[in-house]
């Protein structure tokens, strides 16, 4: 049972532009969610995170929107670039210290 | 480089085998997770550890088995290998209060034949 869905398994956008990467998720007991970005043949990177008590958080160019009654999280990264290619991954912590990840969205930015 | 590194990078070996992963944490981190990723699967969290105690278990199957060691390395057992088990395995580790972010290894990839 996938309780954290990406539902885009990939996304091309035009250097410059936003990206907007999104996640679902089915668990109301999640507490705080995390972004990762991975590229080809290493781990994932910590991007972003946000607490379930917020509703935004912002560094840099990279913004996590959540939305806790349409249990939907977003990633907005402004502007794109090229070195922004990479896999995304949205994670779930849930009390107890459990960790939900999606499959992943593969980012495109297009020089 | 986060800090992190697994041992070792692959891993090829037979059904009904057993292998054993090895990960060393960032230096000063107490926690350690376990996460598996299968083809076109996002990643399954296995398990935690925090300073030698299991701390949260995730979706591992009981031929797995981790422990995490006094000098804070970790290690992942697999026995009574599948060809379904095949994936890379990940490490992270994170600080103290679980909140941390988790900082990842570059993994072991796994092929059973």
């Known amino acids: 049972d996938q309780q954290v869905k990406q539902n885009s398994p990939s996304l091309s956008v035009q250097e410059g532009r936003i990206s907007i990467l999104n996640c679902d998720y089915t668990?109301?007991?999640?507490?705080?969610f995390l972004w990762y970005k991975k590229y080809p043949a290493e781990g994932p990177t910590f991007l972003i995170s946000?607490?379930?008590?917020?509703d935004k958080n912002e560094d840099g160019r990279f913004t996590v929107f959540l939305n806790k009654s349409a249990k939907h999280l977003s990633l907005h990264i402004v502007p794109s670039q090229p070195g922004d290619s990479a896999v995304y991954f949205c994670?779930?912590?849930?009390?107890?210290?459990?960790?939900?990840f999606g499959t992943g969205t593969s980012l495109t930015v297009i020089p | 480089d986060s800090g992190v590194t697994q041992t070792p990078k692959h891993l090829i070996t037979a059904t009904g085998q057993r292998v054993t992963l090895r990960c060393s944490p960032r230096?000063?981190?107490?926690?350690v997770y376990w996460y598996q990723q299968s083809l076109d699967q996002g990643l399954q969290f296995l398990i935690q550890?925090?300073?030698?105690?299991?701390?949260a278990k995730g979706n591992i199957l009981e031929r797995f088995s981790a422990q995490q060691f006094p000098d804070l390395h970790s290690e992942l057992n697999l026995s009574s290998l599948e060809l379904g088990d095949s994936a890379l395995y990940f490490c992270?580790?994170?600080?103290?209060?679980?909140?941390?972010?988790?900082?990842f290894g570059p993994g072991t990839r796994l092929t059973v034949t």
């Open positions: 946000i607490s379930s008590i917020k």
């Open positions: 992270a580790s994170s600080g103290k209060t679980g909140l941390d972010e988790q900082y």
């Open positions: 550890y925090y300073n030698g105690e299991e701390r």
């Open positions: 668990n109301s007991m999640f507490d705080y």
């Open positions: 230096s000063g981190d107490l926690s």
């Open positions: 994670a779930a912590r849930r009390t107890g210290n459990q960790f939900y």
